[in-house]
């Protein structure tokens, strides 16, 4: 294959030109020119940071404030006042495949998500009440099923549903803070949402990776699902979590409430314990997760989070599944003037039962977090590469059907803070799949968001 073939950028569907798809590609660019008309030179610099008043949270003129829409008139302050909060975006995936996979295609895809938090307290209640609200949208396509992968390279795209058009109330959930270190939490649970891992900003959804092993390590996939419902309590220190106990429903619950079928397979168990560190005089975390499910499984079920290759013959029930994650992270650099701002390097290792769980061992290492850049101070950056091993039983059985092998891939992107409110992020991913026959898959994509 020539270089010019195998760097060209991927094809435009004609059928975005017409339809739903052209009013969907149509918003898309609108959100576009509005990024890109406003520039970032103001956001961005910040020689005069400590001269220069703070706009209010919602205000401020419309190129440098937090949200597009702004402070709705000031009602918006009135409600975050009262204890109310709401948060809204729209984000629009362009991705294609350059070379290898299944199919050498493009597709134009995006989310919605609709966000709200009550502070108990604030609305009336008592303190240390908090209810969080999130519902999504997706729409239009993506190419997670052509790359031949199990983990898909669009995790904004891949949740609710994989495919087709949706929306779904993802979350809903009640927590209640004991005491400044000590909070109990139960409700219909995303799970993503929860994830807490330094240097991967935006939990891949909208502004970090997009492929989903960067944003939880695939070997969870057997019995964890993107919503479900759950109870847990956690121990926080300075905010973080350092221990936590949690039991969820073993059923995925993203687009139903969750209580028809509730525990009827078993539940699971989730603990987890996190060491704050301060290596080299920089923060990091050591952790733990595990889970045991009571559950019954087959090792080739479907999973909400990872894409099991489909048409592999039945196999039978297994009762219960385990698997035990090491994780860290650790700042290399923190801006000396935001704390907030900085990057390191992060990985993830876990080992699981093998059967009923398809992976048996996984792995997992990157670098990425803020723009070490002085003047772009709303940029993020990520390089990471994953390696999935599969269990000896789930290539036993997949070799029937196919050839499978171990999977393994890498991304890299850049996250361009065009305003507070508009990010622009370039991605490329090199994808060797788990089916044995498909070519190694590049994968270019490009992502918008903005916050309303």
Same mark, same amino acid.
């Given at each position: 294959?020539?270089?010019?073939?195998?760097? &060209?950028?991927?094809?435009?569907?004609?059928?975005?030109?017409?339809?739903?798809?052209?009013?969907?590609?149509?918003?898309? $660019?609108?959100?576009?020119?509005?990024?890109?008309?406003?520039?970032?030179?103001?956001?961005?610099?910040?020689?005069?940071?400590?001269?220069?008043?703070?706009?209010?949270?919602?205000g401020g003129p419309w190129?440098? &404030?937090?949200?597009?829409?702004?402070?709705?008139?000031?009602?918006?302050?009135?409600? &975050?006042?009262?204890?109310?909060?709401?948060? $809204?975006?729209?984000?629009?995936?362009?991705?294609? $495949?350059?070379?290898?996979?299944?199919?050498?295609?493009?597709?134009?895809?995006?989310?919605?998500?609709?966000?709200?938090?009550?502070?108990?307290?604030?609305?009336?209640?008592?303190?240390?009440?908090?209810?969080?609200?999130?519902?999504?949208?997706?729409?239009?396509?993506?190419?997670?099923?052509?790359?031949?992968? $199990?983990?898909?390279?669009n995790i904004g795209r891949a949740h609710p549903v994989f495919f087709g058009t949706a929306g779904a109330l993802t979350a809903v959930k009640f927590t209640q803070a004991l005491s400044e270190n000590f909070l109990v939490y139960a409700g219909k649970i995303n799970t993503i949402d929860n994830v807490q891992q330094p240097f991967m900003p935006g939990h891949g959804l909208d502004a970090g990776f997009m492929n989903a092993a960067f944003v939880w390590n695939p070997i969870l996939g057997r019995t964890m699902n993107y919503a479900t419902l759950g109870a847990g309590a956690a121990i926080l220190s300075q905010s973080y979590p350092v221990l936590s106990l949690t039991v969820y429903d073993t059923h995925n619950a993203a687009t139903e409430t969750g209580f028809k079928d509730a525990f009827d397979n078993g539940a699971i168990i989730y603990p987890t314990a996190s060491l704050p560190t301060k290596f080299f005089g920089m923060p990091g975390h050591q952790s733990l997760w595990g889970v045991y499910s009571s559950g019954r499984y087959a090792i080739v079920e479907q999973q909400s989070l990872n894409q099991i290759p489909t048409g592999l013959p039945p196999t039978t029930l297994e009762r219960g599944s385990w698997w035990v994650t090491y994780l860290f992270d650790q700042a290399l650099w923190v801006d000396p003037t935001d704390q907030t701002r900085n990057w390191g390097v992060f990985g993830n290792a876990g080992i699981s039962d093998g059967k009923p769980n398809p992976i048996q061992w996984s792995a997992i290492f990157g670098v990425g977090g803020s723009s070490p850049i002085r003047d772009r101070r709303q940029d993020y950056f990520g390089l990471a590469y994953y390696y999935l091993g599969f269990s000896g039983d789930f290539k036993d059985v997949a070799r029937v059907i196919t050839p499978v092998r171990d999977e393994r891939g890498v991304e890299i992107f850049y996250n361009v803070g065009v305003t507070p409110w508009c990010h622009i992020t370039p991605d490329l991913q090199v994808i060797t799949p788990i089916l044995g026959r498909t070519e190694t898959s590049v994968v270019l994509g490009l992502r918008m968001k903005v916050d309303f």
């Open positions: 294959m020539s270089p010019g073939k195998l760097l &060209r950028l991927p094809r435009i569907p004609p059928e975005l030109t017409t339809g739903k798809m052209s009013m969907l590609r149509y918003i898309h $660019i609108l959100l576009a020119v509005l990024c890109l008309a406003s520039g970032d030179a103001r956001a961005g610099n910040s020689g005069d940071a400590g001269a220069t008043p703070q706009p209010p949270p919602f190129d440098t &404030r937090l949200k597009l829409t702004g402070d709705w008139g000031g009602v918006r302050e009135q409600l &975050r006042d009262h204890g109310f909060t709401f948060d $809204i975006s729209a984000t629009a995936y362009y991705q294609g $495949i350059a070379r290898g996979g299944l199919e050498q295609d493009s597709e134009l895809g995006g989310r919605s998500d609709y966000w709200l938090n009550v502070d108990g307290q604030k609305a009336g209640l008592w303190p240390g009440l908090f209810l969080t609200l999130h519902g999504e949208a997706v729409y239009g396509d993506s190419v997670n099923s052509e790359t031949g992968a $199990i983990v898909p390279v």
